[in-house]
Structures are given as structure tokens and as C-alpha cells.
């Protein structure tokens, strides 16, 4: 199964926590392998600076999927002030194998 987990940056303190465990997060998401579908930030309205994360990965259930979520190092560094974990299936364009 795909989940989609958006994650809402803290304000004020959020961007700070979020530049300095960059590096960590980043290494995160590339041992999640062929699990990672889609990763990146969301924006402010301006799209000059991220205010969120949406990720998409596989997991066999929501409850892997919140274990995936918990372990990234933005959600142990405290960036996040909400994380919503969604499942989410695939529709366009169809999915790459």
C-alpha cells in the first residue's frame, strides 16, 4: 500500500530545525530505498521556503507507515507542528515498475 504523510513545519522555530537536520533527513530518505515514491517540500505561498514535507512511500499497513514517519530525523527533531498519514493510491500518471 501507498501512504502519503504531510508533515506541517513549526512556525518561527520550524525552519531553523529543519536546515540543520537537512543532511540527516535527506540520508533517511534514501535508505528507505524503492519504499520512497516521492519526497520533497512543501512551500510557502511565495515558493521561496518550505513550510512542510509530503512524502510517499509503501508500507504494508498505516501502522508501518507511521513507524516509517516517526523515525525521520525532522519528526525527532521537533519540526513538524502536524503529521497526517494518509493512504494514497496512485492514479496519473500511471506509476513507473
Known amino acids: 500500500m501507498l501512504f502519503s504523510i504531510i508533515c506541517t513545519d513549526k512556525p518561527g522555530e520550524g525552519l531553523g530545525l529543519r536546515m540543520k537536520n537537512r543532511p540527516d533527513h535527506l540520508a ?8 520512497l515514491k516521492l519526497a ?3 512551500m510557502n ?3 521561496t521556503e518550505p513550510r512542510g514535507s509530503l512524502v510517499i512511500i509503501e508500507a504494508k ?7 516509517i514517519a516517526s523515525g525521520d530525523p525532522y519528526a525527532l527533531a521537533g519540526v513538524f507542528a502536524n503529521v ?11 506509476e513507473k515498475q
Not at 28 to 35: M, P, V, Y
Not at 61 to 67: F, P, Q, S, V
Not at 84 to 94: M, S, V, Y
Open 40 to 42: 520533497g517540500p512543501l
Open 28 to 35: 533517511f530518505l534514501a535508505k528507505l530505498g524503492d519504499r
Open 45 to 47: 505561498e511565495a515558493g
Open 61 to 67: 499497513d498505516i501502522e508501518e507507515a507511521r513507524k
Open 84 to 94: 497526517e498519514i494518509r493512504a494514497f493510491k496512485w492514479l496519473l500518471p500511471e
